[in-house]
């Protein structure tokens, strides 16, 4: 499965949020977004994906135009898991992550048993399953996102696109978060898209990484092409070093003095 976006535009009244940007997404990748405060890289992520209109420019999901899909058509293509998401304070984990099922019932219609063992499967591989009877409410921070991720899971979409998932977390659910995507893309397949601020959780677990500046892509790459010091500098007016350290796979950002 492929993702093409070409000369998208979006724009908040007249203010263009993102000018003519073209965006190529794989099944399989993780690609992160990032760029500062701003740049559109929740717009592009949410004009990408139908939640928010464009004013012209074309999203085709393997060569068809995403605007002809039905929702639940649409729904076994694509997860989104915005930044924002409540659920009413008496949900049972287990009925929130039931919601994934959606897109294959007709109206009304209960669970069938393939529901029943893929919400049971997207509960177990996102670490939840003991939670099942907890309400989403009795669930911690790290819990909850878990939860969530565990709801876009269950509609087995190819793709998952997630809106800035460590926002609000505390360090250890962060890595707990990026530990279960990098988890999910290699045992599942499912390609993963995700928009972060931290620069060395794109450089840990992303494929390819799209630098956003002024709504507009100013580079796209491996994490290792793409995270320089030049770079740094151009999009986030910051001084700093990349630094190989033996033994990892990944470059560290060391920050110049204060």
Known sequence: MEI????????????????????HLKKGEITTI????????????????RLLKYRKGTVLIDQKDILSFGSKELAKQIGVLPQSHTAPPDFKVKDLVGYGRIPYQSFGKKNKEEDERIIN???KTTGVYDLR?????????????????ATVLAQQPEMMFLDEPTTYLDISHQLDTMK???????????????????????????DRIIVM????????????????????KDVYNVDCDIVWIEGRKKPLIVYREI
């Open 121 to 123: 499967w997207a509960m």
């Open 34 to 49: 990032i760029g500062p405060n701003g740049s559109g890289k929740s717009t592009i992520l949410k004009a990408i994906t």
């Open 213 to 232: 500046k002024h709504g507009e892509k100013y580079a796209e790459g491996t994490p290792e092409e793409v995270v320089t010091r030049k770079m740094m």
């Open 4 to 23: 093409n976006g070409k000369n998208v535009q979006v724009l908040y009244g007249d203010y263009i949020a993102v000018k003519d940007m073209s965006i």
């Open 133 to 149: 009877e907890k309400s989403i409410t009795q669930c911690s921070g790290g819990e909850a996102q878990r939860v969530w991720i």
């Open 180 to 206: 279960l995507v990098k988890k999910l893309n290699k045992e599942s397949g499912i390609g993963v898209v995700m928009v972060l601020h931290d620069l060395g959780q794109a450089l840990e677990v992303s």
